[in-house]
């Protein structure tokens, strides 16, 4: 059983300090179930809500020539560059977050893709592709492609980013703190679900309920249309245990 976890679940199950789920990390070290979670979170949630807007200022991009530029037959020739994302000024995860995720990729947890976002840097800690669950699947980086595009139309996931300020949101405009704090966690959401249609895993474990949210991709109208359009399932992570147990 291929379960994707969100933030708020994954962190509690690898809590050191919260021995209840226990038998959620034991089924996942013994391989019951195979545990999945998204790049997107540590790339927009894991900037502090106080350093969003600066850091959001605008893409962070870096530029980069392949090979010097050099003469042949008298004339210079044109270096090829490379462009990505800048990840030397991505802050680090979190000092708590930190040894949460290294407990979980040591028990057998693999990243799933976001999508490619050239100037949204990275953090060190998730850098290795070896980290990341390996799929043959032709099809998968476009069915995410496809499902980012439809939660976007909706009005949430990355489209609450955008329509907070997005690149633009800092101080000075009509930028709201607050607002684009939970815009920020809003994009990370819609990646997830993205991912956890790409990748076409089993359950989506989240205690996202968003009920001071709004319009969220994991409010109720959202979540019937994601079942009915996706198949995806939400259970919470108490949800989770009581399967586990039966």
Known sequence: ???TFDSNSWEQVFDPSD?????VQSAISSGRITGFICEAGFRTEAIRKRERAAYFAEP????QSAYSTVVRNGKPCIPIMSFGPNDAIHPGLPEMQAPKLKAALAAGVRLMRGLAWLGLPSPGDIRDPALF???SDPEREQRQIDAAARIEARGVG??????AGGWNAH????YNEKVFAKACAEWADG???ASHIAYRNDI???NDLARAAGTSIFDPANRAWLATEFGVQFVTLAELLKLLST
């Not at 962070?60 to 530029?63: D, E, H, I, P």
């Open 158 to 163: 990355k489209a609450a980013f955008d329509a």
């Open 191 to 193: 990646e997830l679900v």
């Open 133 to 135: 669950v390996q799929t």
């Open 1 to 3: 059983m291929k379960i």
């Open 204 to 206: 989506l474990c989240t």
């Open 171 to 174: 101080p000075g405009t009509s």
């Open 19 to 23: 021995r209840e789920w226990e038998p």
């Open 60 to 63: 962070a991009m870096a530029v």
